[in-house]
């Protein structure tokens, strides 16, 4: 199904999710493209599925699912399975544990110990958080995954920076100035205000798009009215952009098109003589096309990152291969 994009009144898009049901959703102009993409790559959790307003303010589980499930798109096998038993008091929930062993979000203080004498901080779930919260959230993350490679930007000067917890002055700096984080208008950051689940999105893509396997969406930037080269393939195969639809050329022929609000990553690969396409769709999996039929091949349930003539890799970090099958990995028969 598509995604429909309709004008609503004043600085408000309204976007049709891509479920069996539409559900339209109320997101601020700005933020549309950084929403539309999270939704594309498939990264927005299935607990978003039934709001319907983006401009509301955010609770620290949504943000916890919301960046859990962006991160766990990136290769990161540093901790796995560490996470697995419950480490909060007030909540189980897989994205809060997965942070808390990242030391990305912590608790607070319970005074509610488990059978080995360790305290169980309190998550609370439903609590709202501010801007000057997801700035240390956010600093935290880069740290984590990037180490001490944060891009150098400077944006802006903060001319509230007064208003801003001492524990967050440093993040917040670092996060305006890595170009993370904006202002609201005039150098005003307003660190105490609650953070809005589009701005949480929004944060939260480029965060991801700082990671190493982080793929933005074939021709994002690219606003084309006439037929642009995206990218071309080690195979010669050419793929353009014109529209909201992308492009497989051979030559002069047209083997395949992909609509933008469907498919957002294309690879392309030659194996035994046939050209194959592997195509991430709006629901955060890959389908693989046959390009000489158009028909589906195989379907993969995760995003992927690299495709050659052996393998197909996902960004769960598993390899699917179609010259050999092991337990761990699906097999794809090209």
């Known amino acids: 199904m598509k995604i429909k994009i309709i004008s609503a009144i004043l600085a408000f898009t309204m976007i049709a999710t891509p479920t069996l049901a539409e559900t339209w959703i109320t997101v601020s102009s700005w933020a549309y493209n950084d929403v539309s993409n999270f939704k594309k790559e498939g990264m927005l959790p299935e607990s978003l599925d039934s709001e319907s307003d983006f401009t509301k303010p955010i609770t620290r ?16 096998t540093s901790i796995k399975n560490i996470y697995s038993s419950n480490q909060f008091c007030d909540t189980n929930d897989e994205s809060a ?9 912590t608790g607070e203080r319970s005074n509610e110990y488990d059978e080995n004498g360790i305290e169980k901080p309190y998550f609370y779930p439903d609590r709202l958080l501010t801007r000057e919260e997801i700035a240390v959230i956010a600093d935290r993350t880069i740290e984590w995954f990037l180490g001490n490679d944060m891009p150098q930007k400077q944006l802006m000067e903060i001319s509230d920076i007064s208003t801003v917890s001492n524990w967050a002055v440093e993040s917040v700096k670092k996060m305006v100035n890595a170009g993370i984080m904006s202002g609201v208008g005039d150098g005003i950051f307003s660190p105490k205000d609650n953070l809005t689940i589009e701005q949480a999105i929004s944060i939260v893509y480029r965060l991801y798009n700082l990671m190493p396997t982080g793929q933005t969406a074939d021709g994002a930037g690219i606003d084309a009215n006439e037929e642009t080269v995206v990218q071309t393939y080690t195979n010669g195969i050419t793929e353009t952009k014109k529209d909201n639809k992308l492009f497989l050329r051979q030559d002069e022929n047209i083997l395949m098109e992909f609509e933008t ?25 890959t389908d693989i ?46």
Request: hydrophobic share 40%; with cysteine.
């Open 61 to 76: 589980l949504q943000l916890a699912q919301i960046l859990h499930s962006a991160l766990t798109n990136v290769a990161d």
């Open 97 to 105: 544990n997965y942070l808390y062993w990242r030391r990305i979000i």
């Open 261 to 285: 609000d469907i498919y957002s990553n294309i690879f392309c690969e030659t194996v035994d003589g046939t050209l194959y396409a592997a195509a991430q769709n709006c629901y955060g999996k």
């Open 289 to 334: 096309y046959n390009l000489v039929n158009h028909e589906i091949t195989a379907k993969i349930p995760y995003p992927i990152y690299s495709v050659d003539k052996e393998y197909i890799t996902a960004k769960s970090s598993v390899i699917y291969s179609g010259l050999s099958v092991c337990e761990s990995a699906y097999e794809i028969l090209f």
